[in-house]
């Protein structure tokens, strides 16, 4: 008869590991749950969610259109969606934070309650700024570029356009941020954010150009943005530099006197050392 093995231990490095899983588990169910939940009330107001959307493009177009029967249903699943993921990211962010926040050290916490209190607010600034500023101009070039075509915007299309750059620009804006949470670390410093600016450059433009649609006025559109957020990366971690403390004051002597007959007779036994005993 084959005897069972024995449970494992506390010690076991597996254990941890499950832990892990487990509590990775709860995150996500909870996470998951929590954006159906807001999903189910921004389907309500999905009608005015699209019409919020709308609002930059109908100046230059009468109306979106659509080419499948299943597209307005679609579309209004889609503007819910986005609306519920754009109002879930403080708890999304929160439950990151929870499941990372045992493996840091205590000082590492100090440093990111900053960016938890101020990340929602940058976030929705970002997309406030490329709807309220970028939108207008971007819509205005791109439909009077050529007056003599008639614009025919399928309505599922703008949406992905619409909630792809906001949701960009708002993590975007999240830059400085990050160079602030980094910077407590002890992980970068202005000075390295500097030396590496030229690389930093090239890769925002690479990152342009993967996240906006193929033309240059796109990526010129999110790249600048990006430059301008670079160089304020740069100040807010010259900021949050960890400034040299006092060096330590040297205590005078309470007996002066005799450690000056100290060294006075320590120089006086090198100048005529003991003669050895035969």
């Not at 960016?115 to 500023?133: E, H, K, N, Q």
């Not at 949470?181 to 342009?208: D, E, H, K, P």
Request: glycine fraction near 4%; proline fraction near 9%.
């Amino acid at each position: 008869m084959k005897t069972l093995p024995p449970p494992p231990q506390s010690h076991d490095p597996e254990v941890p590991f499950v832990a892990h899983l487990i509590e990775l588990r709860k995150r996500l169910i909870f996470t998951l749950a929590f954006v159906f939940a807001v999903f189910l009330a921004t389907f309500n107001q999905s009608e005015r969610i699209l019409t919020f959307l709308e609002q930059p493009i109908l100046p230059y177009v009468s109306q979106l259109q659509y080419d499948e029967v299943t597209d307005p249903f679609y579309t209004h699943m889609k503007a819910a969606f986005y609306a519920a993921l754009f109002l879930s990211f403080p708890v999304i962010l929160i439950q990151v934070w929870l499941f990372i926040r045992p493996a840091l050290y205590k000082e590492e916490k100090r440093g990111v309650w900053p960016f938890l209190v101020f990340s929602y607010p940058l976030f929705v600034g970002g997309a406030l700024f490329v709807y309220t500023i970028l939108f207008p101009y971007a819509f205005e070039f791109f439909i009077n570029f050529d007056k003599s075509l008639v614009p025919s915007i399928r309505v599922g299309d703008y949406l992905a356009f619409v909630s792809q750059m906001m949701f960009v620009f708002g993590l975007v804006f999240e830059l400085p941020l990050v160079s602030l949470l980094l910077t407590r670390m002890g992980l970068i410093t202005a000075g390295y954010l500097s030396r590496v600016r030229r690389y930093a450059i090239l890769i925002i433009f690479i990152v342009a150009a993967i996240l906006t649609p193929p033309d240059v006025i796109s990526q010129l559109m999110m790249a600048g943005p990006l430059l301008v957020l670079y160089e304020i990366s740069i100040i807010v971690a010259w900021l949050a530099r960890k400034k040299p403390g006092p060096k330590p004051e040297q205590t005078p002597s309470a007996h002066p006197q005799m450690e000056n007959k100290t060294e006075s007779k320590a120089e006086n036994q090198v100048k005529n050392p003991a003669e050895p005993k035969e």
